[in-house]
T-cell receptor, first 112, second 113 residues
């Protein structure tokens, strides 16, 4: 199994630029999650999709963040414009049974 | 709102000993609680799930307990090995709906040879 695939693995961008993170969930999984991890705040849930529909986006920090899931095999998390405080590791995860969550290896974002 | 508390200080133990990690939550008991392992530079990996009606669950050298009265879960690694060194995260569904996991801050375990 390929697992959850995220890209890019690392990105360094300048403040104000648009950042797009991509995720391919495990085939057959019907739930997809975007998490953000920082030293200060730990692992935070940003948004949760079920059957491609956003169910809860209460964790999305502000309007600069948006997420889409156009089909069952692809999701994006976009930050526009990016700010230095957005620097973090962004994890995508997927689940089938609603219990066990499988994480990708993360996208390491640095905004300078 | 529900808060999940794990000991933020690193736990250092000697190889062969049993490591015990604690996860406390503040409000209502969730339907289940999970434990994950995270290695540096990697995503969290699922280890064990324990349901509210289960007092204990085991998997090889791992044991998890769930005390809904104390609002606490304990995670044990017996006969610990240096390869067990990692950060261990507990997670629960704060809404009780079964799909939106909230994670604790994690406890870093260091097993010394």
């Amino acid at each position: 199994d390929a697992g959850v695939i995220q890209s890019p693995r690392h990105e360094v961008t300048e403040m104000g630029q648009e950042v797009t993170l991509r995720c391919k969930p495990i085939s057959g999984h019907n739930s997809l999650f975007w998490y953000r991890q920082t030293m200060m705040r730990g692992l935070e849930l940003l948004i949760y999709f079920n059957n491609n529909v956003p169910i809860d986006d209460s964790g999305m920090p502000e309007d600069r963040f948006s997420a889409k899931m156009p089909n069952a095999s692809f999701s994006t998390l976009k930050i526009q414009p990016s700010e230095p405080r957005d620097s973090a590791v962004y994890f995508c995860a997927s689940s089938f049974d609603g219990n066990t969550i499988y994480f990708g290896e993360g996208s390491w974002l640095t905004v300078v | 709102s529900q808060k999940i508390e794990q000991n933020s200080e690193a736990l250092n133990i000697q190889e062969g000993k049993t490591a015990t990690l604690t996860c406390n939550y503040t409000n209502y008991s969730p339907a289940y609680l999970q434990w994950y392992r995270q290695d540096p530079g990697r995503g969290p990996v699922f280890l064990l799930l324990i349901r509210e009606n289960e007092k204990e669950k085991r998997k090889e050298r791992l044991k998890v307990t769930f005390d809904t009265t104390l609002k606490q879960s304990l995670f044990h690694i017996t006969a610990s090995q240096p390869a067990d060194s990692a950060t261990y995260l507990c997670a629960l569904d704060i809404y009780g709906a079964g799909n939106m996991l909230t994670f604790g801050g994690g406890t870093r375990l260091m097993v010394k040879p």
